[in-house]
């Protein structure tokens, strides 16, 4: 089932959107401030982003160009109220892969979606992460650290695959509950440091960097 962040601060068009993707089998998660859209949009855990531009905090377009230079590839559908040319040409050259104004049919939208899921799912598909010593294979679910096999539990191998993805990158533990646990965990659970700390004794103590105040990041090699 496709996973849609919808991004959006009025909260009648937010419900309307997600109450109409729902609807059509789609699972959604609404946010209403660009902070928030780009910190869970960082998470990898989203098929399709649904964009508006003119949002507290981080605008659209910052979200959209932060995203793009973290090598967040996540199909990204602008739905804003501006119809300049200027806007939209600005938009798609940040990185949007579609753009609609408002008001808009719901049917549009739902088409617009459809469409680029399926052009993401048509991408070549990477079956092995690698950032230096380490490499995940997808499909054998195992772990490679320094020429040796590892294996993973279900959770270890969803954490590690979520570093793989984003290599250099300060994820707080807040995203990472968010994408191994799920949005409704505990935030003040002590489980990504465990899971962190068994990662280590199976990869190596230098896999996984603490950020004192911030979080944990794979390091660049």
Do not use: C
């Not at 899921?117 to 995940?136: D, I, K, M």
């Not at 995203?175 to 465990?194: E, M, R, T």
């Amino acid at each position: 089932m496709n996973r849609i962040l919808i991004v959006e601060d009025e909260e009648r068009i937010a419900s309307f959107v997600q109450k109409g993707l729902r609807a059509n089998g789609f699972t959604t998660t609404a946010v209403a401030d660009g902070d928030a859209a780009y910190e869970y949009a960082l998470t990898g855990g989203f098929d399709l982003v649904v964009l508006d531009i003119g949002l507290p905090g981080r605008d659209g377009f910052t979200v959209l160009r932060e995203l793009r230079e973290a090598r967040v590839t996540t199909p990204v559908i602008v739905l804003t109220a501006r119809d300049s040319v200027r806007d939209t040409v600005a938009g798609l050259e940040g990185g949007a892969d579609d753009w609609m104004t408002k008001p808009f049919r719901f049917e549009e939208l739902l088409a617009r979606v459809r469409l680029r899921l399926r052009t993401a799912a048509r991408a070549p598909e990477v079956t092995v992460l690698r950032s230096g010593p380490l490499s995940l294979d997808l499909r054998t679910r195992r772990a490679r650290s320094e020429g040796r096999t590892v294996d993973l539990t279900a959770r270890e191998f969803v954490l590690l695959e979520l570093f793989l993805r984003h290599p250099g990158q300060v994820l707080s533990r807040e995203q990472i509950l968010s994408h191994v646990w799920g949005y409704d965990f505990d935030p003040g659970s002590n489980i990504v440091d465990v899971y962190v700390r068994a990662l280590r004794k199976k990869l190596g103590a230098r896999q996984v960097e603490t950020v004192r105040g911030m979080g944990y990041r794979l390091p660049t090699w």
